[in-house]
């Protein structure tokens, strides 16, 4: 239906080919996603890792056509820097369903605090910590455990425990989410990531960045939980689409990739929107 690739559906009703059929080999070369072809040569040329640079075993992965590529992509670091640059106080939290946490960890710290990264070398003087140590947030029917070394944190407690945790947080880190619960409810927003909002918060404004995130709670990544009372415990689930570009990102992989600052403007049209809303529609 679409001319060009597309988040968002074109019209009410339409589906992601994806999310009928999945992954489907030569989708590109001889299935009905031909037309992307050029766009897809593009993208992968842009994640090339530069053939002018040695092979860096942490920072560069082999794709399936045996080249290497960026297995960061170059717009997470100029995220840091600008962040830096325009005086933004923030944490940065990975949450992952994945079991390359404690990877990504260690390269992400070596990269800003030993400067390994040939296209970024000034990283380190940023002053940004990372704590490699992962941590674990698993869900069941009675709530959320959060686990972070010596820290164990639980809503039967209230959530409030857990928004001022991560509200808390320095520098980089992150947290391995529970994948076989999200299955459990189907890929449905209530088997998603938690992420806890306190609308009435001037200080503190909760992000989160997944590609997964989608405005059908049908089939999303991320629970929102917002509190419904200042300093209060008890929160109520958000719609995807209630929280779109103002505490919730989904990332457009093509523009991560093809503009440098991609996810700082993201980040930027979030905090304003944050800055209209608090208080308010969220409340």
Known sequence: MCESPSLLPPCEGAVSYYSQFGRVVGFTTAGPGKRFQKVLEEHLELLRWPSDLPEHKELSVKGEDGKLYHWILPSFFQLLQELVSQGIEFSIIFRTFGTDLPRLLK???????????????????????????????????????????????????????????????????????????????????????????????????????????????????????????????ETRTASTSELYDLCLIQTDLLRAISEPSYFTRCIQICMENYERNLGQHLG
Request: glycine share 8%.
């Open 107 to 233: 390269v992400i710290q070596q990269a800003l605090e030993h400067g390994i990264h040939p296209l970024f070398p000034e990283l380190p003087e940023l002053k940004l910590s990372v704590d490699t140590t992962p941590g674990q947030i698993r869900c069941n029917t009675k709530g959320v455990i959060l686990i972070h070394g010596e820290t164990h944190l639980s809503t039967q407690d209230g959530e409030r425990s857990l928004y001022r945790y991560l509200s808390s947080s320095q520098g980089l880190g992150g947290f391995q989410d529970h994948f076989n619960w999200w299955v459990r409810n189907t890929h449905t927003i209530m088997g998603g990531k938690p992420l806890w909002i306190d609308p009435f918060d001037s200080t503190i404004q909760h992000i989160f960045i997944d590609d997964n995130i989608h405005q059908n709670d049908d089939d999303t990544i991320v629970h929102p939980k917002v509190f419904l009372d200042p300093e209060g415990s």
